[in-house]
C-alpha cells in the first residue's frame, strides 16, 4: 500500500521559489494558506509580477479597481520577505501615482535587477528620483514615463537591455543614459519625444531597435552592432531642413556598422537615407548582412537608388523582404521604371529566401521582382503577397513569364 | 467576469518588435551550438542507487552537468571500478526517464517545434513522479529538465483553491484556525474580508479626522451657563420619559461645554450628527440570528439610513434643543434627505418605540445576549466579574465600528473622562451595534442606561426584571 506522501514540500528551496515564481501572484500568495511549511514560502520569490491576472474584475468602478489594486501591491510588498529580482507591473487601471513612487521608493532599497512598469494610460508618468539609484539593475523597461535623472545621475552601470517606450526625456538626459551604461547590449526606443538626434555610443551594444520621429541617427564605437531595425515614422522626403547641406546619409549611416547581421528598415527611413547624395555602392561591403527588409515605394527614384546601393553592397544576403508603402501607392509611377533595364546585374550568390508584399503590381515593382528572380542562382522561395486583389490576375500573369536563374526556385502568389 | 486585457507586451503594434527580440535570442544560441566538441562514440559507468552498475553513452550521459563535472574534473566513469554514483534524489525509475529526455535532447539536429511536443509529452505523468522527477532533475543540476517540471507543477497548482492542492499533494492541513484567519494577504477574493478592512480603514480615517477636528473646535468652545434644571426641563416635559427613545433623552444632557455658533449652518450639521446617532434595533435582532459580522453591518448601515430621517423629524419637535446641544466633535458630511413622507415617518416613529422597549428591557437578558454573541466569534475576552458588570479587554481588531456609533458614545459618555478609554475598548472590542456597546460601557463604569453616573440623581433608577 502506498502511503500518501507529500513529495512536493520537500524539494529544495530554489525549485520551490522557481515553481511560485512561474505561477500567477495571487496563486502563489494563496499557498501560504496550504499547511505550515508552505506559510512563507512564497514570501521569497524572487520575481514580483503585477498584471492583469491579479485579480478579476468584477467591479466596473475603476476607483474601485485601483485601489484593490494599490492594496494587494501594498500587501504583498510589505508581507514579501526577500530580495525582489523581478518587479512588473503592467495592469490597465493603474495610471501613473504616488503609489507606484512609493514601490520603487521601497524596491531601491533591495537589489533589484530586472524592472518593467508599463503605465497604460494617462499623462506620462515621471519616474522618482529613486528610481536612478537601482545599482543592480539589468534589465529596464518602461512605457509612458518621464525620465528626469538627478544631476547626480551615473548612469546604470550593469544594465544590458534598456527598452523605453512612449518616453519622454531630454536630448542631454538620452545621451548621457547611453554613453553611461558601458554594458548596454540591447537598446529599444519607440515613440520618443524630447529628443531628436540618435547619438548612439554604445561599445558593447547588439541590439538597436528604434521607431520614432528623430533628425538624425549616428553610431560612434558600435563594432559589436548586429541587429538594427530602425523606423522613421515621419516623411522626410520634402524636409528641407534635413537635407540642406547634408552629407551623404546613406555613407554615414553605414561607416559605423561594419558587422551588421540583420537590417530592418522601416516606415520612412529610406527616405532619410536617401538625403544626401547616395553612392551606387557602399564604400566597404557589408560582408555579414545576411538579412535586409526594407519598406519603400518603388517608384521613387531615391528610394530605388538606396535599395539598389544596398543591394549591391551586400553579397551574402540569404533572405530579402521588400514591402510596399500603402499611402504611396496612388500615385502613378513613371512608365520606365528603375528596375527595367537590363544592365542592372547584380549576384546574390547566397539568396533563398525572398517576400514580397504590401505592393500593388504596378510596372516598378514587376521589374524589382523579375530583376530578384533573374539574379538568385540559389533561390529556393519568393512569395508575393499584393495589398489587395485589384489587378491581381495581370501580377500573376506577369510573374509567371519572369525567367528565374534558379530552377529550384518556387514563386508562390498568396492573396491579400 | 475575467477581463483578459492581455499584456501590452503581445499587442499586435508590438508584434515587429518581439521578433526581432526572439530572432536576437535565437541568433546567440546558434553561436553556442557550433561550440560543443565533437567526442567519439564511448560510454560511461554509473551506478545507480540501488547499487546496480550501467554503461550509459557518454553524449547522452554528459547532457548532465553533475555527470559531466564528475567525469572531467574527477575523471570517474570511465570504467567499472570508479562508475559515478548517483545522488540519492535520483531512483533508477527517474533515472531511466532522465535518460530518455537526455537523449531526445542531446541530438543537435532536432527542430523547436519538436522539442516542445516532446516535452509536452513527456511530462504527463503523475504529480507524485513529477514531484520526484524534479528533484532527480535538480540534483543533477539538468536545469531545461527542471524548468519543465516546474512549470508543468505550476500549472497544476494554479487556480486551484487550497484544499484541492491540499488534496494533490497530499499535504496536511495542519494551519490552525487563528493562522487561517490572519490576514496575511489581501488576494484572495473573500469579499467579506475586502469589505471588512475597506470599513475598517475608512473608520480609522475618520477617527482621525476627527481627532483633528477635536482640536480645532476646542478654541470655538463657549460656556453654555444655563442652569442644569433648564436644561434638564426638557427631559421631564412631555412624556412620562417611560417610552422616550433612548437618544432623545441623551441629547439634551450635553456638558457644560456645549458650543454655541451660527444657527443655519450647525443646526443642519446637528441635525446630521443626531441622525446619524440612531442605533438600529434591527440590527440587534439580526444579529440573534446570525453571527455573521458583515451582513449585519451592512444591515446597520441600511437601517441607519432609515433611522437618520426618522431623527430628523423627532428634531423638529425639540427645536430649541438644538441650540442646547452640541457635540464637540464634526462629523463628515453626509448627504441627508430631511424630508420623508407621512407612511415611512410612521413606520420609524414605530421602530422608535420598540427600541426603546428594548432598551428598557430586562438587563439580564442583554447580558446574556451580549455574552452569547460575543462568543460566536473570535473570542472577546469579555469576563463578568462578581457584581454583573462586564469587563472588556482589549483584543485583536475585527470589527469595524460605525462612524455613527462611536458619535452615540461620544454624546451619551459626554461628561464622563473615560471617553477615550471607552472608544479604546469598542474600537478593540467586538460588538454587533453600537446598543450593545453601550450596554457593556454602562456597566464598565457603572453608569446608568442613560450614562449619568450612579452618584447622580437626576435619572430614573436603572430597570430590573420585573
Known amino acids: 500500500m502506498d502511503k500518501e506522501v507529500d513529495r512536493i514540500s520537500n524539494l529544495p528551496a530554489h525549485v520551490l521559489d522557481q515553481i511560485l515564481s512561474i505561477l500567477p501572484i495571487r496563486d502563489a500568495v494563496r499557498t501560504s494558506n496550504l499547511s505550515r511549511k508552505w506559510r512563507y514560502n512564497w514570501s521569497h520569490i524572487p520575481h514580483l509580477v503585477f498584471d492583469y491576472r491579479v485579480f478579476s474584475i468584477t467591479s466596473k468602478d475603476e476607483t474601485v479597481i485601483k485601489n484593490k489594486l494599490v492594496n494587494i501591491i501594498d500587501h504583498v510588498l510589505l508581507l514579501h520577505n526577500g530580495p525582489v529580482y523581478k518587479f512588473k507591473l503592467s495592469h490597465s487601471k493603474i495610471l501613473g501615482c504616488s503609489d507606484i513612487d512609493r514601490w520603487i521608493l521601497h524596491l531601491s532599497r533591495g537589489s533589484t535587477e530586472e524592472f518593467i512598469l508599463l503605465i497604460w494610460r494617462g499623462q506620462r508618468y515621471k519616474l522618482p528620483s529613486c528610481l536612478f539609484s537601482f545599482g543592480n539593475l539589468i534589465h529596464l523597461k518602461l512605457f509612458n514615463c518621464l525620465l528626469k535623472p538627478p544631476l547626480a545621475f551615473k548612469g546604470f552601470r550593469n544594465l544590458k537591455n534598456l527598452d523605453i517606450q512612449y518616453v519622454t526625456l531630454a536630448q542631454e538626459v538620452f545621451e548621457n543614459l547611453i554613453s553611461s551604461c558601458p554594458l548596454l547590449e540591447r537598446l529599444t526606443l519607440i515613440n520618443f519625444d524630447g529628443f531628436t538626434h540618435l547619438k548612439i555610443n554604445a561599445p558593447n551594444l547588439q541590439l538597436f531597435d528604434v521607431g520614432g520621429v528623430f533628425d538624425d541617427v549616428s553610431f560612434e564605437n558600435n563594432s559589436l552592432l548586429t541587429l538594427v531595425s530602425i523606423g522613421l515614422y515621419k516623411n522626410v522626403k520634402n524636409d528641407w531642413n534635413m537635407s540642406r547641406g547634408s552629407s551623404s546619409k546613406l555613407l554615414s549611416f553605414f561607416v559605423n556598422l561594419p558587422h551588421i547581421r540583420r537590417l530592418e528598415i522601416q516606415s520612412y527611413f529610406i527616405k532619410y537615407l536617401a538625403i544626401g547624395k547616395i553612392p551606387s555602392n557602399l564604400p566597404k561591403p557589408c560582408m555579414d548582412l545576411n538579412y535586409i527588409s526594407i519598406r519603400m515605394n518603388f517608384n521613387d527614384f531615391e528610394e530605388n537608388s538606396v535599395a539598389f546601393c544596398l543591394l549591391k553592397s551586400c553579397p551574402n544576403l540569404q533572405e530579402i523582404e521588400m514591402l510596399g508603402r500603402l499611402e504611396e501607392q496612388a500615385v502613378v509611377g513613371p512608365l520606365t521604371s528603375f528596375w527595367g533595364d537590363d544592365h542592372w546585374k547584380c549576384l546574390f550568390g547566397q539568396l533563398r529566401l525572398v517576400k514580397i508584399a504590401d505592393i500593388s503590381g504596378t510596372r516598378s515593382e514587376l521589374d524589382f521582382m523579375k530583376f530578384l528572380l533573374s539574379n538568385s542562382p540559389v533561390l529556393e522561395q519568393m512569395t508575393v503577397k499584393p495589398a489587395s486583389n485589384e489587378g491581381g490576375l495581370e501580377l500573376v500573369k506577369e510573374l509567371l513569364r519572369f525567367r528565374r536563374a534558379s530552377i529550384q526556385a518556387e514563386v508562390i502568389y498568396m492573396g491579400p | ?466
Open chain 2, 1 to 466: 467576469m475575467m477581463e483578459d486585457l492581455g499584456d501590452l507586451d503581445s499587442s499586435p503594434y508590438c508584434e515587429p518588435r518581439r521578433r526581432l527580440l526572439d530572432i536576437f535570442c535565437l541568433m546567440s544560441e546558434v553561436d553556442m551550438a557550433v561550440i560543443q566538441p565533437e567526442m567519439m562514440k564511448s560510454y560511461i559507468w554509473i551506478q545507480t542507487t540501488d547499487g546496480a552498475i550501467q554503461q550509459v553513452e557518454q553524449e547522452v550521459a554528459m547532457f548532465c552537468p553533475m555527470i559531466c563535472q564528475e567525469v572531467i574534473h574527477k575523471g570517474m566513469g570511465s570504467s567499472k571500478n570508479c562508475a559515478v554514483s548517483l545522488p540519492q534524489r535520483v531512483s533508477p525509475a527517474m533515472f531511466s526517464l532522465i535518460l530518455d529526455y537526455c537523449r531526445f535532447h542531446q541530438v543537435p539536429g532536432r527542430s523547436n517545434k519538436e522539442r516542445k511536443s516532446f516535452d509536452e509529452k513527456f511530462v504527463r505523468m503523475d504529480t507524485k513522479r513529477l514531484c520526484e522527477l524534479t528533484s532527480a532533475a535538480d540534483s543533477l543540476q539538468l536545469k531545461p529538465l527542471v524548468d519543465l517540471t516546474s512549470r508543468s507543477l505550476a500549472r497544476i497548482i494554479e487556480g486551484k483553491t487550497p484544499e484541492e492542492i491540499r488534496e494533490i499533494f497530499h499535504l496536511p492541513d495542519d494551519l490552525t484556525e487563528e493562522e487561517k484567519l490572519e490576514p496575511l494577504k489581501n488576494t484572495t477574493d473573500d469579499p467579506r474580508i475586502r469589505l471588512l478592512n475597506r470599513l475598517y480603514a475608512k473608520k480609522r480615517k475618520e477617527l482621525k479626522e476627527r481627532e483633528k477636528l477635536k482640536d480645532v473646535e476646542a478654541e470655538e468652545e463657549h460656556v453654555d451657563d444655563r442652569s442644569v434644571d433648564d436644561l434638564l426641563s426638557f427631559i421631564n416635559g412631555g412624556d412620562g420619559g417611560m417610552l422616550k427613545p433612548y437618544w432623545k433623552q441623551e441629547i439634551f444632557f450635553s456638558d457644560s461645554k456645549a458650543i454655541k455658533t451660527s444657527k443655519n449652518k450647525k443646526k443642519h450639521r446637528k441635525r446630521k450628527d443626531l441622525q446619524k446617532c440612531a442605533p438600529s434595533n434591527e440590527a440587534i435582532e439580526t444579529h440573534k440570528k446570525e453571527s455573521n459580522t458583515v451582513s449585519s453591518l451592512c444591515h446597520n448601515v441600511g437601517v441607519d439610513q432609515k433611522l437618520k430621517s426618522s431623527l430628523s423629524e423627532t428634531l423638529e419637535l425639540q427645536d430649541v434643543a438644538d441650540e442646547v446641544f452640541a457635540p464637540r466633535v464634526e462629523f463628515d458630511d453626509v448627504d441627508i434627505d430631511d424630508e420623508i413622507d407621512p407612511a415611512l415617518k410612521e413606520e420609524i416613529d414605530r421602530e422608535v418605540e420598540d427600541f426603546a422597549r428594548i432598551l428598557n428591557s430586562d438587563w439580564p437578558e442583554r447580558m446574556q445576549e451580549l455574552l452569547s454573541l460575543g462568543q460566536e466569534r473570535r473570542p472577546t475576552h469579555l469576563s463578568v466579574n462578581g457584581n454583573g458588570a462586564l469587563k472588556g479587554h482589549g483584543s485583536m481588531p475585527s470589527f469595524p465600528l460605525n462612524i455613527d456609533h462611536l458619535s452615540q458614545l461620544r454624546i451619551v459618555f459626554s461628561l464622563t473622562p473615560e471617553l477615550d478609554e471607552i472608544e479604546e475598548i469598542f474600537i478593540h472590542g467586538r460588538y454587533s451595534s453600537a446598543q450593545n456597546a453601550i450596554f457593556v460601557a454602562c456597566n464598565f463604569f457603572k453608569l446608568c442606561d442613560c450614562g449619568h453616573r450612579p452618584e447622580s440623581t437626576e435619572c430614573q433608577p436603572r430597570r430590573r426584571a420585573g
